[in-house]
């Protein structure tokens, strides 16, 4: 095939700017590389500057660089909303995540990546429901991918009837635990604890595998989320509090939303009867949130407190 020699390098560089951005390595470098090409954008074909300036933009939202905005401004059609609901999603601007991201999940070509963003923001705000759908799609577009397998694992375990899901669930777990990374093992182990505690079964037994998780030592929040969901479904008041310190400490060292600690806190305050603290601490505290997402959890605090007397 003949290649035009003027678009040689340029393609060389962005070969290496992508394979540098999917491998997550060296954010600080896939900028200085695409800005060193579009200096020279006005010489680039097109096509090759609007794929640099999107690998650009990918890094500048992982990065959470506000430069982003402005950047983004020079993409053109959907991937323009695709990119600004991913820096919002990773920036913790939840409903406008939401407002972007939908806009174009019916989209041909960037559809996929649309959903799975959208995924992530539902998981994080707890709304398992509008998620699952959509999570059982990119697994089944993404077979042996532990990522699309934990969001639609975390759905069954958060929505419908579990005893319904479990085979599915079990199925789940058994794929994480094929794939072998001490990622996915997290997952799975974390996955095991919350099913035990969604199934009412022993307190102690998910303790262990969620502090398994812990043991890998990979430093991520998420097996502290999930010990702080196994205490609040047994109410163990003790555990929620630990939790809580532990996840304070963490965020020193760790970049994580700490609108999950903001959540549990209030959740705990429920708890241990502060009601009118807890629902204080939640409307105020919590940033970026759908308003309807925020009257959920209301509904959660008055749940929690109602079931916590005599503790």
């Not at 959907?78 to 174009?104: K, M, N, W």
């Not at 990119?138 to 759905?155: A, D, E, K």
């Not at 009867?273 to 949130?289: I, Q, R, V």
Request: aromatic share 8%; charged share 25%; glycine share 4%.
């Amino acid at each position: 095939e003949k290649i035009d020699e003027s678009h040689l390098i340029p393609s060389h560089l962005l070969r290496t700017i992508r394979e540098l951005y999917h491998a997550r390595e060296n954010l600080s470098r896939v900028v200085k590389l695409a800005d060193m090409l579009l200096q020279k954008e006005a010489s680039l074909d097109q096509k090759v500057s609007q794929d640099v300036r999107y690998y650009l933009c990918l890094s500048l939202a992982r990065q959470k660089d506000r430069r982003v905005i402005q950047e983004a401004l020079k993409i053109r059609g959907p991937e323009h909303d695709f990119i600004l609901g991913y820096y919002y999603r990773l920036t913790g601007r939840h409903a406008e995540a939401i407002e972007r991201l939908s806009s174009i999940v019916n989209t041909p070509y960037i559809s996929s990546r649309a959903k799975r963003e959208l995924v992530q923001v539902y998981l994080y705000i707890d709304e398992f429901d509008k998620a699952l759908e959509m999570a059982r799609e990119n697994y089944v577009l993404n077979r042996g991918n532990q990522y699309p397998i934990q969001s639609y694992l975390h759905c069954l375990l958060n929505t419908g009837n579990l005893a319904q899901n479990k085979t599915e669930v079990d199925r789940l777990i058994a794929e994480l635990e094929q794939i072998g990374s001490a990622q996915a093992m997290e997952m799975s182990l974390i996955a095991k604890g919350l099913l035990i505690a969604k199934s009412n079964g022993s307190k102690q037994q998910d303790y262990n595998h969620i502090d398994d998780a812990i043991a890998l030592g990979l430093g991520a929040p998420y097996p502290y989320f999930a010990k702080f969901d196994v205490a609040l479904k047994f109410m163990d008041i003790t555990m929620m509090s630990t939790v809580l310190s532990e996840l304070e400490q963490l965020s020193e060292s760790r970049t994580f939303s700490k609108n999950t600690i903001v959540k549990n806190r209030a959740f705990y305050l429920a708890a241990t009867g502060k009601l009118d603290e807890a629902k204080k601490m939640l409307n105020g505290g919590l940033e970026n949130y759908p308003k309807e997402t925020i009257e959920k959890f209301n509904v959660k605090l008055d749940y929690i407190s109602s079931n916590a007397h005599g503790l």
